[in-house]
Every structure is written in C-alpha cells, then in structure tokens.
C-alpha cells in the first residue's frame, strides 16, 4: 500500500497550486477520499472530501469556491486543485481514506487509517 502526494511548494498569497495523490497496492476506486492538513502547531482539520463516483463533495467552510477535490479513478490518483491561496493555508497536507483498518488518527469524527507522507504548502510573499 503507498500514496505518494505532490504538488506542494511556496506560492504567494493569491496563487494556486494541484495537489497529486497517488495510491497503490489497492483497490482506489473503492474509497472515499479526504485531503487533510495540519498547519504548524495545530491539529488536524479536514478540507475536503469526494466520494467513489465524485457525486459527492465536502468542503471545509474556509476553502469553499478557492479549492476543487477531484478524482481519476483509471489513474489511481485524487487530486485538490488550490487557488487564491491565503496565509491561513499553510500547512502539510495528506491525502487519507479509511480502508476499515486501524485508525492512525482521527479529526471532527473522522477517521483514517491510510495516509501519504504529506505535501507541504506554504502561501507566504
């Protein structure tokens, strides 16, 4: 099982960036996806969510009409498309699913237990 996340990097407040999630060693198109983040010093929050068919999609308040969650089920892969970055985006993000495994760790009542490493995306001028 791997997720290789990608796309982070330094852009300037107003700027975009695509966040990559790629998985492997399993069957993706099964799942529910989150991207989360956690900025510095602080917990875990959700930012967005899409189902198994993209028919359903979540969004953290903050982030609604500034970030699009998408999936390619034929690639594996889930992506967060983020423009008109704020300061307040900073933060390492993870692509997570709970595959009925262990939880590794949880955030407002959700809970994972298959993370990537994390893509850091720091929105600074």
């Known amino acids: 099982v791997q997720l290789m996340e990608s796309g982070g990097g330094l852009v300037q407040p107003g700027g975009s960036l695509r966040l990559s999630c790629a998985a492997s060693?399993?069957?993706?198109?099964?799942?529910?996806w989150t991207w989360v983040r956690q900025a510095p010093g602080k917990g875990l929050e959700r930012v967005a969510r899409i189902s198994t068919d993209s028919t359903y999609i979540w969004y953290l308040e903050s982030v609604k009409g500034r970030f699009t969650i998408s999936r390619d089920n034929a690639k594996n892969t889930v992506y967060l498309q983020m423009n008109s970055l704020e300061s307040g985006d900073t933060a390492l993000y993870y692509c997570?699913?709970?595959?009925?495994?262990?939880?590794?760790?949880?955030?407002?009542?959700?809970?994972?237990?298959?993370r990537g490493q994390g893509t850091l995306v720091t929105v600074s001028s």
């Open positions: 060693g399993f069957t993706f198109s099964r799942y529910y």
């Open positions: 997570v699913t709970n595959r009925g495994g262990r939880a590794v760790a949880c955030t407002s009542g959700y809970c994972f237990d298959t």
